[in-house]
């Protein structure tokens, strides 16, 4: 008999690579969703394990800790765009408007990040804040001023901005409107469907070339 509850029995011996990993990303969606609309404290691995479809020890034994799983969440949806912006430094240029396109990039595959980031990583006291200041930021926002540095001094940015503010707003308008989604979508009517999502795309796009480039 299994004793996960609601996963398919399979042979015995080792588990299949594929249904490993649908369990682990199973598990992951549903702690995305319940860290950013509970927060971490308020979420049990009990929890997370129900809506799932899991055993608590599932949960567990793939990770260990309910902090090991919030870690692993974050950096899932994180490290791809590290990695992107990594790769900036290596192109042609880092135009505001590439940044841009990564950023949303990630906030669309993970909606609820941007909400989960506020709870854990910048209200004072989140659970991630000293982990993700000397591990991740360094890679994410904090890489940022250096390349639009570069871009400025390449002639590709305005003269009269300042990289780091620069970074900053560019940090805000692509990821505030994820989370600002309940009041956007019912108080200003901004939809966040396929079309909706293009027209924000585009519209940010235009913003950031009218007021960062020459």
Known sequence: ???????????????????????????????EILFADSGYAATS????????????????YYFGSKKALLKTVIERALEP??????????????????????????????????RLMVREVLLPGGEMQKDFIDN??????????????????AGRLRSDTDPAISSLLIMSVCVFPFIARTLAEQALGVSFDQKGIAQLNQQISDLLKRGLTP
């Open 1 to 31: 008999m299994n004793r996960y509850k609601n996963v398919p029995e399979r042979p015995r011996g080792r588990p299949v690579v594929t249904d490993q990993q649908n369990l682990k990303t199973q598990v992951l969606d549903s702690a």
């Open 45 to 60: 691995i009990r929890l997370i394990a129900d809506t799932a479809g899991v055993n608590p020890a599932l949960v567990h």
């Open 81 to 114: 765009l590290a990695a992107a912006i990594a790769s900036l430094r290596d192109g042609a240029e880092a135009s505001p408007d590439k940044i841009a396109r990564l950023l949303l990039d990630m906030t669309v595959e993970h909606p609820n990040i941007p």
């Open 136 to 153: 991740m930021a360094p890679h994410l926002g904090g890489a940022l001023p250096a390349l639009l540095a570069g871009e400025k001094s």
